[in-house]
């Protein structure tokens, strides 16, 4: 079976570009996860979905940040302005049932110049 | 809000020795999960092992084993005969039962294991 995937792997851009990040999740799994690691703040929840509702938004930074999940297979988090600070690894996870482990993608290395 | 402490920034072992990262949680719920992630230099989070808190047996994975003490919140991960691959960063992680199953991740341990 396909793992999560995440795309693109690698983002550099300028401060102010709006970055779009994308995660497709295992198939059959109907919650799915944004996480942001940086070297300050460890791993940190940002947002998660179940049954492509969101249920929990609490984590995002600010209201430059948005993340939707227009259907089971795809969800998209967006920052718009970046900014310096926003440089770090975005991962998406998803799983399948209550009592299941989240499986990861490898994460978006992103770096704003 | 649960937390999880990881003390240990780095730990080394020898190839074939065994080791033991610590991990201590605080939450107020009886019933949750347990995990340990490891994640190498290539950046993927792999779930090594899980433990659910209402089960009194430690889990176990081929060399990998937990010691679980839900009294004293405590969860380490032992590694047996430790190998060059075992090299990473190991984090552990909580997860509430119920609808919120978000994941509240400690520090990380960085492990070395010397040849």
């Known amino acids: 079976d396909a793992g999560v995937i995440q795309s693109p792997r690698h983002e550099v851009t300028e401060m102010g570009q709006e970055v779009t990040l994308r995660c497709k999740p295992i198939?059959?799994?109907?919650?799915l996860f944004w996480y942001r690691q940086t070297m300050m703040r460890g791993l940190e929840l940002l947002i998660y979905?179940?049954?492509?509702?969101?249920?929990?938004d609490s984590g995002m930074p600010e209201d430059r940040f948005s993340a939707k999940m227009p259907n089971a297979s795809f969800s998209t988090l967006k920052i718009q302005p970046s900014e310096p600070r926003d440089s770090a690894v975005y991962f998406c996870?998803?799983?399948?049932?209550?009592?299941?482990?989240?499986?990861f993608g490898d994460g978006t290395r992103l770096s704003i110049l | 809000a649960q937390t999880v402490t990881q003390s240990q920034p780095e730990m080394s072992v020898q190839e074939a020795e065994t080791v033991t990262l610590s991990c201590t949680y605080d939450?107020?719920?009886?019933?949750?999960?347990l995990f340990w992630y490891k994640q190498p230099p290539s950046r993927q989070m792999i779930l090594v092992i899980r433990?659910?808190?209402?089960?009194?047996q430690n889990a176990t994975e081929n060399r990998f084993s937990v010691n679980f003490q839900k009294a004293a919140k405590s969860f380490s991960l032992k590694i047996s005969d430790s190998q060059l691959g075992d090299a990473a960063m190991y984090f552990c992680?909580?997860?509430?039962?119920?609808?919120?199953?978000?994941?509240?991740f400690g520090s990380g341990t960085q492990l070395t294991v010397l040849p």
């Open positions: 198939s059959g799994h109907n919650s």
């Open positions: 433990q659910e808190a209402y089960k009194q």
């Open positions: 979905f179940n049954n492509n509702v969101p249920i929990d």
């Open positions: 996870a998803s799983s399948h049932r209550e009592n299941q482990p989240q499986h």
């Open positions: 939450t107020s719920e009886s019933d949750y999960y």
């Open positions: 992680a909580y997860s509430p039962s119920g609808s919120a199953r978000q994941l509240t």
